[in-house]
């Protein structure tokens, strides 16, 4: 009697058409070890930049004690910010890209050959899913956008770390492939012209949508862009007085406070008023005009002519203590960014500002009035509106 020929068991079958499929794709060029280390050297870089930037962002809005931000040049918060938006955005196609060509690696059999790299392929889920995370959220941000309950700011801020670890651990595993694939030719490749057709085809439609991306958005701060900004969630010329609003009067709850004719600006320290000022005192002071970029962490910019007080002349009309910070306050009873802080260097730079007037027109409602504290290299978001009391710290 003839043995019965084995019938292969149902997991072997599929671990065997797994492992056809994966074969075929990683003979495809687009899938190759040098595509995936070139996808993954421009992601290091853009990862890198958007985080330092980012970094400092956050440094400059919460700024720890030991932290102090320069006012000049006054355009360098536009720099900073813009790059980190720019980077973010470059990074959405090379991280997909990237998660292409090295799909197929993730069937190989064993998952893993050792400790060493059993930590490589776990570090990818914090890598890969705090990419993700940050992505969308970073987006979501620029277009004002925040459909879930935690603090922006500080859940970006805290999950960049995690990222950042999680990436230096795959740089540092995967840097002698990385190096032998780019400074070498890889004789386990096939040869063919075809093939390395095939892969700079891929790497150079990657690269074309990844810049396209950014030239479609950075018109928004970089003004020789500005007409192929075609993406750009706020065009920087387009809104009262010719510039964005992110938060309007009704939304600050302002509306009838702002335009109340007894407003008067108070200066306070150490828990005492120093002096009260109306709003016509404050326009027969010396008033001064400055140049300065309103400046928005979303990554778009302007700049404007601002005509306003000097605030370290207000302090000094005033009688406060010289060489202090100040807290600037709005007139707006709520909000995270209701208020905000003027270090000593800040004040003492003439263009900082309470501005009255922008490019020559009183201030809108909206933007500010009366009174909006400008200052050079300061986020938007720190430029506080409706000013109505400065705190001597």
Same mark, same amino acid.
């Given at each position: 009697?003839?043995?019965?020929?084995?019938?292969?068991?149902?997991?072997t079958?599929?671990a065997s058409?797994?492992?056809d499929w994966?074969?075929r794709r990683?003979a495809d060029?687009?899938h $190759?070890?040098?595509?995936?280390? /070139?996808?993954?050297? %421009?992601?290091?870089? !853009?990862f890198v930049?958007?985080?330092?930037?980012?970094?400092l962002?956050?440094?400059?809005q919460?700024p720890?004690?030991?932290?102090?931000w +320069? +006012?000049r040049?006054? &355009?360098?918060?536009r720099?900073?910010q813009?790059?980190h938006?720019?980077?973010g955005i470059? +990074?959405?196609?090379?991280?997909?890209a990237?998660l292409w060509?090295?799909?197929p690696?993730?069937?190989?059999?064993?998952?893993?050959t050792g400790v060493l790299?059993?930590v490589?392929r776990?570090?990818?889920l914090p890598?890969?899913? &705090?990419?993700l995370f940050l992505?969308?959220?970073g987006?979501?941000?620029?277009e004002?956008?925040y459909?879930?309950v935690?603090?922006f700011?500080?859940g970006?801020y805290?999950? $960049?770390f995690v *990222?950042?670890?999680? @990436? @230096?651990?795959?740089l540092v595993?995967?840097?002698?492939?990385?190096?032998?694939v780019?400074?070498?030719?890889?004789?386990?490749?096939?040869?063919?012209?075809?093939?390395?057709q095939g892969r700079r =085809?891929?790497?150079?439609?990657?690269g074309?949508? !990844?810049?396209?991306?950014?030239?479609v958005t950075v018109g928004?701060t970089?003004?020789p862009?500005?007409r192929l900004?075609?993406?750009?969630?706020?065009h920087?010329?387009i809104g009262?007085?010719g510039f964005?609003?992110?938060?309007?009067a009704r939304?600050?709850g302002v509306?009838t406070t702002? *335009?109340d004719?007894?407003? $008067?600006?108070?200066?306070e320290?150490?828990?005492a008023?120093?002096?009260?000022?109306?709003?016509?005192?404050?326009h027969?002071m010396t008033? =001064?005009a400055a140049?300065?970029?309103?400046?928005c *962490?979303?990554g778009?910019s302007a700049?404007r002519?601002w005509?306003g007080?000097?605030?370290?002349?207000?302090?000094?009309?005033?009688?406060?203590?010289?060489?202090r910070s100040?807290?600037v306050e709005?007139?707006?009873r709520?909000? =995270?960014?209701?208020?905000?802080i003027l270090t000593?260097g800040?004040?003492?730079? %003439?263009? +900082?500002?309470?501005?009255?007037e922008?490019d020559?027109e009183?201030?809108?409602i909206?933007? &500010?009035f009366? @009174?909006?504290? /400008?200052?050079p290299?300061?986020p &938007?978001v720190l430029?506080?509106?409706?000013?109505?009391?400065?705190?001597?710290q």
């Open positions: 009697m003839m043995p019965r020929p084995a019938v292969p068991k149902p997991v079958a599929v058409r797994v492992r994966r074969d990683l060029p687009r $190759s070890d040098r595509v995936a280390a /070139i996808l993954g050297a %421009a992601l290091g870089i !853009s930049v958007c985080f330092l930037t980012g970094l962002s956050h440094a400059i919460h720890p004690s030991w932290f102090s +320069t +006012t040049p006054a &355009g360098l918060f720099i900073t813009g790059l938006v720019a980077t470059a +990074t959405i196609p090379l991280l997909f990237k060509s090295v799909f690696r993730l069937f190989q059999w064993p998952m893993a790299h059993a490589e776990l570090s990818l890598l890969v899913g &705090g990419s992505l969308v959220t987006l979501a941000n620029i004002l956008w459909p879930w935690f603090f700011p500080a970006h805290a999950v $960049s *990222v950042m670890g999680a @990436l @230096l651990i795959h595993s995967k840097f002698a492939t990385a190096r032998r780019l400074l070498h030719a890889d004789r386990s490749e096939p040869e063919q012209e075809a093939f390395d =085809r891929f790497l150079g439609t990657v074309a949508v !990844s810049a396209g991306a950014v030239i928004q970089v003004s862009l500005r900004a075609l993406l750009a969630p706020r920087p010329d009262v007085q964005p609003v992110n938060k309007t939304e600050a509306t702002a *335009v004719p007894s407003f $008067s600006l108070t200066i320290a150490g828990g008023t120093l002096r009260v000022f109306t709003l016509d005192e404050l027969a008033s =001064r140049t300065l970029p309103i400046a *962490v979303e778009w700049n002519t005509r007080i000097p605030v370290r002349d207000i302090l000094k009309q005033a009688g406060a203590p010289e060489h100040v807290s709005s007139l707006q709520g909000g =995270r960014y209701r208020r905000s000593s800040q004040i003492g730079d %003439a263009d +900082t500002l309470l501005a009255f922008v020559g009183p201030l809108h909206d933007h &500010g009366p @009174l909006r504290l /400008i200052s290299a300061r &938007g430029q506080t509106k409706w000013v109505g009391k400065l705190v001597v």
